[in-house]
């Protein structure tokens, strides 16, 4: 089982965050942005619906509710799965963004935000652990990104992933959740093995998944 941080005071940070209330507060947000060179993303709506169904909320449309709701899941939301486009920039890791309908959302709109406490955010989308190899010792991605807002463990990538592929991957590791004792590093080891058995030849598939924090 692997999880990784950043720094090790961002570690700190996770272990020392607020309280969560007791009652579970979660979302599920997912974007199917069209842009020229932007594959479609079917699969991220059917990965949408069936996160929002095991974590007994409805799933937002950011083309619908706008880029709003998402800045707001950042600080109110136990739990947060995001389905939708990723891009990392190799020049300027600080505008790292998710792709959305109206305004992209970049790594520094996210990481200035602070007072969360969150247990975990799913981030579906391509390359939002990936960190320039020149800047390898910054950890300055969106990944980390959530760690500073207040989530205590984050899901990220590490390079960009299929829609179908990511579809896969995320209704087995809520599967792997409900008997991982909602520890979610444990969950997603248990996720890699399972998902390796559809995608064996392809370690860029199963090997993709990266958790960060406790």
Do not use: K
């Not at 007994?56 to 939301?77: H, Q, S, Y």
């Not at 309908?101 to 981030?123: C, K, M, Q, S, V």
């Not at 896969?168 to 444990?186: G, N």
């Amino acid at each position: 089982m692997s999880s990784y941080t950043p720094t090790v005071t961002a570690l700190h940070h996770a272990r020392a965050r607020g309280a969560a209330p007791d009652r579970m507060e979660a979302a599920v947000v997912h974007a199917d942005v069209r842009r020229p060179g932007l594959s479609e993303l079917p699969a991220a709506r059917r990965e949408a619906r069936a996160a929002a169904d095991r974590l007994g909320v409805e799933p937002l449309d950011l083309a619908e509710c706008g880029r709003e709701a998402l800045i707001a899941a950042l600080l109110t939301c136990t739990h947060l799965h995001m389905a939708l486009h990723a891009v990392a920039d190799q020049d300027d890791p600080g505008t790292s963004r998710f792709l959305l309908p109206d305004l992209d959302l970049t790594f520094a709109e996210i990481a200035a935000r602070r007072g969360g406490w969150g247990r975990l955010a799913y981030l579906s989308a391509c390359e939002t652990t990936y960190t320039p190899r020149a800047l390898a010792d910054e950890s300055i991605h969106l990944t980390s990104a959530f760690l500073l807002v207040g989530f205590s463990g984050v899901i990220g990538t590490l390079w960009r992933v299929p829609d179908a592929v990511a579809e896969t991957t995320a209704r087995v590791f809520y599967d792997a959740l409900d008997t991982a004792r909602d520890e979610p590093a444990l969950a997603l080891a248990r996720t890699a093995r399972l998902v390796r058995v559809h995608y064996g030849d392809a370690p860029a598939a199963w090997a993709a998944h990266h958790h960060v924090g406790i």
